[in-house]
Every structure is written in C-alpha cells, then in structure tokens.
C-alpha cells in the first residue's frame, strides 16, 4: 500500500484546511486509516481514525473542529480542519493498517505512512 499525503498549507488561526490522503496498491487490506501529527519537537501524535466499517475517533483537543471522512470511489481519506489554532500547526501524517493473508492463509497485518504535509497556523 502507499500513500500520498497532500491539502497542507499557511492559513490565519480560525481557517480552514482540508488534507486528502490517497491509498493505492492492495486497497482491499485496508482495516483503517489515521491521521498523524508531529510538531516541532514534539513527538508524533494520533490525532484521527476512521476504521473500515467507517467508525471514527478523534483526540481531545480537535473533537468538534476536525473531521475524518473517506470516499471509496477515489481511495482517499480526508480530513477536514476547521477552526484552526497556532497549535494545531504541525506536519501532518496519515497511515495505513492493513490486513492480509499469506499463501498458507495465516494472517499478516501491517502499516504504512505516508509522506508529511505541513500545516502552518498564524495568529
């Protein structure tokens, strides 16, 4: 599976932004998708998911301004930013966990990122 990361950009606190996360390869072994972020020397944090049968889940500081979403049609995930703060400035990641079957049908579970997008938030 790979995927590719874009949407980011600079936008003033209380714009908006929304990031698009195109899968391809072996689509059919994706069980769910999620969005990174990493700021300046901070360490790389979940900030959304949403799962195969479309379930989401958020991290505190972005429920109510953030949304997941997916679109079968075009394999990609998105995420729609709203409201955003200078905190909210980081690069963001999405990532990929897959479920497959070897030949002799054990299961082979993995993940994928894909590359950084940066979001800039002025005050």
């Known amino acids: 599976v790979q995927l590719q990361a874009s949407g980011g950009g600079l936008v003033q606190a209380g714009g908006s932004l929304r990031l698009s996360c195109v899968a391809s390869g072996n689509i059919r072994s994706i069980t769910s998708t999620e969005w990174h972020r990493q700021a300046p020397g901070k360490e790389r944090k979940l900030v959304a998911d949403i799962n195969r049968g479309g379930s989401t889940s958020y991290e505190d500081s972005v429920k109510g301004r953030f949304t997941i979403s997916r679109d079968n049609a075009k394999n990609t995930v998105y995420l729609q930013m709203y409201g955003l703060k200078p905190e909210d400035t980081a690069v963001y990641y999405c990532?990929?966990?897959?479920?497959?079957?070897?030949?002799?049908?054990?299961?082979?579970?993995?993940?994928?990122w894909g590359q950084g997008t940066q979001v800039t938030v002025s005050s």
């Open positions: 990532r990929a966990h897959t479920l497959s079957y070897t030949s002799s049908g054990e299961p082979e579970v993995a993940a994928y």
